[in-house]
Protein backbone atom coordinates (compact mmCIF):
# COMPACT_ATOMS: atom_id res chain seq x y z
CA UNK A 1 0.00 0.00 0.00
CA UNK A 2 1.01 3.65 -0.61
CA UNK A 3 2.13 5.65 2.36
CA UNK A 4 -0.32 8.38 2.51
CA UNK A 5 -3.19 6.17 1.85
CA UNK A 6 -3.01 3.27 4.37
CA UNK A 7 -5.39 5.19 6.27
CA UNK A 8 -8.69 5.70 4.03
CA UNK A 9 -10.92 3.47 4.77
CA UNK A 10 -12.94 3.83 1.98
CA UNK A 11 -10.21 2.89 -0.25
CA UNK A 12 -9.16 -0.58 -1.55
CA UNK A 13 -5.61 -0.89 -3.07
CA UNK A 14 -2.65 -3.00 -3.63
CA UNK A 15 -0.04 -4.31 -5.50
CA UNK A 16 1.20 -7.63 -5.90
CA UNK A 17 4.63 -9.22 -5.56
CA UNK A 18 6.24 -12.14 -7.87
CA UNK A 19 5.50 -14.50 -4.41
CA UNK A 20 1.70 -14.52 -5.88
CA UNK A 21 3.03 -15.59 -9.25
CA UNK A 22 2.89 -13.32 -12.47
CA UNK A 23 -0.57 -11.33 -13.17
CA UNK A 24 -0.15 -10.82 -16.87
CA UNK A 25 -1.52 -13.05 -19.39
CA UNK A 26 0.24 -11.89 -23.27
CA UNK A 27 3.25 -14.30 -22.97
CA UNK A 28 1.80 -16.27 -20.22
CA UNK A 29 2.21 -20.11 -20.52
CA UNK A 30 -0.50 -20.92 -18.32
CA UNK A 31 -3.12 -18.74 -18.49
CA UNK A 32 -5.41 -20.36 -16.09
CA UNK A 33 -2.71 -20.17 -13.03
CA UNK A 34 -2.42 -16.14 -13.97
CA UNK A 35 -6.36 -16.02 -13.52
CA UNK A 36 -5.67 -18.02 -10.13
CA UNK A 37 -3.30 -15.66 -9.25
CA UNK A 38 -5.88 -12.62 -9.72
CA UNK A 39 -8.33 -13.94 -7.90
CA UNK A 40 -6.05 -14.98 -5.18
CA UNK A 41 -4.57 -11.29 -5.30
CA UNK A 42 -7.70 -10.12 -4.85
CA UNK A 43 -8.59 -12.37 -1.94
CA UNK A 44 -5.87 -11.23 -0.30
CA UNK A 45 -7.18 -7.43 -0.30
CA UNK A 46 -10.26 -8.70 0.89
CA UNK A 47 -12.42 -8.30 -2.53
CA UNK A 48 -12.70 -11.53 -3.41
CA UNK A 49 -16.66 -11.65 -4.39
CA UNK A 50 -15.73 -9.43 -7.67
CA UNK A 51 -14.37 -10.54 -10.35
CA UNK A 52 -11.35 -7.93 -11.73
CA UNK A 53 -12.07 -5.38 -14.51
CA UNK A 54 -8.68 -5.28 -16.57
CA UNK A 55 -7.72 -2.40 -18.57
CA UNK A 56 -6.61 -3.26 -21.59
CA UNK A 57 -3.31 -1.03 -21.53
CA UNK A 58 -2.24 0.63 -24.70
CA UNK A 59 0.26 3.25 -23.71
CA UNK A 60 -2.20 6.05 -24.50
CA UNK A 61 -4.57 8.43 -22.06
CA UNK A 62 -8.02 7.28 -22.77
CA UNK A 63 -9.74 6.82 -19.52
CA UNK A 64 -13.32 4.48 -19.50
CA UNK A 65 -16.17 4.85 -16.74
CA UNK A 66 -17.02 1.62 -15.36
CA UNK A 67 -20.17 0.99 -13.63
CA UNK A 68 -20.49 -2.53 -13.47
CA UNK A 69 -17.69 -5.10 -14.02
CA UNK A 70 -16.54 -6.10 -17.50
CA UNK A 71 -13.17 -8.72 -17.88
CA UNK A 72 -11.43 -6.29 -20.17
CA UNK A 73 -11.64 -2.97 -21.25
CA UNK A 74 -10.12 -2.56 -24.35
CA UNK A 75 -7.87 0.65 -25.45
CA UNK A 76 -7.47 2.66 -22.33
CA UNK A 77 -4.88 3.21 -19.47
CA UNK A 78 -7.46 4.75 -16.90
CA UNK A 79 -10.15 3.56 -15.51
CA UNK A 80 -12.81 5.12 -12.64
CA UNK A 81 -15.11 4.01 -10.94
CA UNK A 82 -17.79 4.97 -7.80
CA UNK A 83 -19.14 1.71 -7.64
CA UNK A 84 -18.29 -0.30 -4.74
CA UNK A 85 -18.56 -3.98 -6.23
CA UNK A 86 -16.41 -2.50 -9.09
CA UNK A 87 -12.56 -3.60 -8.93
CA UNK A 88 -10.12 -1.93 -11.35
CA UNK A 89 -7.32 -4.00 -12.34
CA UNK A 90 -3.99 -3.74 -14.75
CA UNK A 91 -0.68 -5.21 -14.93
CA UNK A 92 2.86 -3.67 -15.06
CA UNK A 93 6.34 -4.24 -15.33
CA UNK A 94 8.28 -0.98 -14.67
CA UNK A 95 5.59 0.82 -15.73
CA UNK A 96 4.04 3.12 -13.57
CA UNK A 97 0.53 2.48 -11.21
CA UNK A 98 -1.23 5.33 -10.38
CA UNK A 99 -4.36 5.31 -7.60
CA UNK A 100 -6.47 8.38 -7.53
CA UNK A 101 -8.79 8.82 -4.55
CA UNK A 102 -11.57 11.17 -3.68
CA UNK A 103 -13.36 10.74 0.02
CA UNK A 104 -15.77 13.20 -0.73
CA UNK A 105 -17.35 11.90 -3.69
CA UNK A 106 -16.11 8.21 -3.06
CA UNK A 107 -14.47 7.62 -6.50
CA UNK A 108 -11.19 6.20 -7.75
CA UNK A 109 -8.90 5.96 -10.50
CA UNK A 110 -6.42 3.76 -11.73
CA UNK A 111 -3.72 4.53 -13.70
CA UNK A 112 -1.11 2.53 -15.69
CA UNK A 113 1.67 5.50 -16.72
CA UNK A 114 4.30 4.70 -19.00
CA UNK A 115 6.45 7.27 -20.73
CA UNK A 116 4.01 7.28 -23.63
CA UNK A 117 1.41 7.63 -21.52
CA UNK A 118 3.18 10.60 -18.88
CA UNK A 119 3.82 12.23 -22.33
CA UNK A 120 -0.03 11.87 -23.06
CA UNK A 121 -0.77 13.04 -19.68
CA UNK A 122 -2.90 9.95 -18.43
CA UNK A 123 -2.80 10.75 -15.04
CA UNK A 124 -4.10 14.31 -15.40
CA UNK A 125 -6.74 12.49 -17.84
CA UNK A 126 -8.16 10.75 -14.92
CA UNK A 127 -8.43 13.55 -12.87
CA UNK A 128 -10.58 15.03 -15.61
CA UNK A 129 -12.98 11.75 -16.07
CA UNK A 130 -13.43 12.35 -11.89
CA UNK A 131 -14.11 15.66 -12.13
CA UNK A 132 -16.36 15.09 -15.12
CA UNK A 133 -18.40 11.65 -14.23
CA UNK A 134 -18.89 12.58 -10.63
CA UNK A 135 -18.16 15.94 -9.91
CA UNK A 136 -14.54 15.56 -8.20
CA UNK A 137 -12.68 18.48 -7.17
CA UNK A 138 -9.10 17.99 -7.52
CA UNK A 139 -8.05 19.61 -4.27
CA UNK A 140 -10.00 16.57 -2.55
CA UNK A 141 -8.31 13.70 -4.67
CA UNK A 142 -5.61 12.04 -3.52
CA UNK A 143 -2.91 10.66 -5.23
CA UNK A 144 -0.59 7.54 -4.99
CA UNK A 145 2.13 6.58 -7.23
CA UNK A 146 2.84 2.69 -6.79
CA UNK A 147 5.97 0.79 -7.97
CA UNK A 148 8.37 1.47 -10.91
CA UNK A 149 11.18 1.89 -12.38
CA UNK A 150 13.44 5.22 -11.20
CA UNK A 151 15.17 8.08 -12.01
CA UNK A 152 18.20 6.15 -11.77
CA UNK A 153 17.39 3.06 -13.60
CA UNK A 154 15.43 4.13 -16.44
CA UNK A 155 17.71 4.55 -19.63
CA UNK A 156 16.22 6.11 -21.94
CA UNK A 157 17.31 7.68 -25.88
CA UNK A 158 17.09 10.89 -26.81
CA UNK A 159 13.79 11.05 -28.76
CA UNK A 160 12.40 9.99 -25.58
CA UNK A 161 14.90 12.56 -23.33
CA UNK A 162 12.96 15.21 -25.63
CA UNK A 163 9.69 14.54 -24.75
CA UNK A 164 9.89 15.52 -21.17
CA UNK A 165 10.64 18.93 -19.41
CA UNK A 166 14.57 19.06 -18.22
CA UNK A 167 13.47 18.93 -14.67
CA UNK A 168 12.79 14.90 -15.06
CA UNK A 169 15.82 14.10 -17.34
CA UNK A 170 19.83 13.66 -16.39
CA UNK A 171 22.35 12.31 -18.53
CA UNK A 172 23.48 8.99 -18.33
CA UNK A 173 26.25 7.32 -19.84
CA UNK A 174 26.47 6.09 -23.36
CA UNK A 175 24.55 9.33 -25.04
CA UNK A 176 21.76 8.09 -23.42
CA UNK A 177 19.39 9.52 -20.07
CA UNK A 178 17.36 8.78 -17.02
CA UNK A 179 14.38 9.63 -16.90
CA UNK A 180 12.12 9.98 -13.86
CA UNK A 181 8.45 9.43 -14.63
CA UNK A 182 7.63 9.71 -10.96
CA UNK A 183 8.40 12.82 -10.75
CA UNK A 184 7.09 13.85 -14.02
CA UNK A 185 3.77 12.34 -12.86
CA UNK A 186 4.16 14.01 -9.27
CA UNK A 187 4.10 17.37 -11.07
CA UNK A 188 1.14 16.82 -13.93
CA UNK A 189 -1.10 15.93 -10.60
CA UNK A 190 0.57 18.25 -8.07
CA UNK A 191 -0.11 21.19 -10.78
CA UNK A 192 -3.95 20.14 -10.69
CA UNK A 193 -3.85 20.75 -7.30
CA UNK A 194 -3.54 17.06 -5.99
CA UNK A 195 -1.94 15.71 -3.05
CA UNK A 196 0.59 13.18 -3.83
CA UNK A 197 1.99 10.34 -2.27
CA UNK A 198 4.37 7.78 -3.57
CA UNK A 199 5.27 4.45 -2.72
CA UNK A 200 8.88 4.86 -3.46
CA UNK A 201 9.67 1.31 -4.61
CA UNK A 202 11.67 0.69 -8.10
CA UNK A 203 10.88 -2.50 -9.47
CA UNK A 204 14.05 -2.74 -11.19
CA UNK A 205 15.89 -2.66 -7.77
CA UNK A 206 13.13 -4.48 -6.05
CA UNK A 207 13.42 -8.49 -6.58
CA UNK A 208 9.79 -9.09 -5.40
CA UNK A 209 8.54 -6.69 -8.51
CA UNK A 210 9.11 -7.86 -12.11
CA UNK A 211 10.97 -5.41 -14.08
CA UNK A 212 10.81 -5.54 -17.94
CA UNK A 213 14.22 -3.73 -17.72
CA UNK A 214 15.66 -6.71 -15.41
CA UNK A 215 14.32 -9.62 -16.94
CA UNK A 216 11.77 -9.11 -20.49
CA UNK A 217 10.37 -12.51 -19.62
CA UNK A 218 6.59 -11.31 -19.51
CA UNK A 219 6.25 -11.37 -15.85
CA UNK A 220 3.82 -8.62 -14.58
CA UNK A 221 3.03 -7.28 -10.96
CA UNK A 222 -0.98 -6.73 -10.49
CA UNK A 223 -2.91 -3.33 -8.98
CA UNK A 224 -5.83 -3.37 -7.76
CA UNK A 225 -8.23 -0.11 -6.93
CA UNK A 226 -11.65 -0.34 -5.22
CA UNK A 227 -14.45 1.16 -3.03
CA UNK A 228 -14.59 -0.68 0.46
ZN1 LIG B 1 15.85 2.03 -9.68
Not at 46 to 59: N, Q, R, S
Not at 79 to 86: F, I, Y
Not at 175 to 204: M, P, W, Y
Request: charged share 20%.
Amino acid sequence: MIPGLESETGLVHGFSTISLGTMGLTQAPDPDAVMASRRQFARVLGIDAEPLTVAGAVHGASVARIDEHQDVVRGVDGLVTDRRGVALFATFADCYPIVLWDAEHRCVALVHAGWRGTVARVAPAALKAMHHEYGSDPAHVRAGIGPGICGACYEVGEEVANQFDAAFVRPGVDGKFLLDLAAANRSQLEAEGVEVHVIGLCTKETDYLPSHRRAPDGTRFGAIVALR
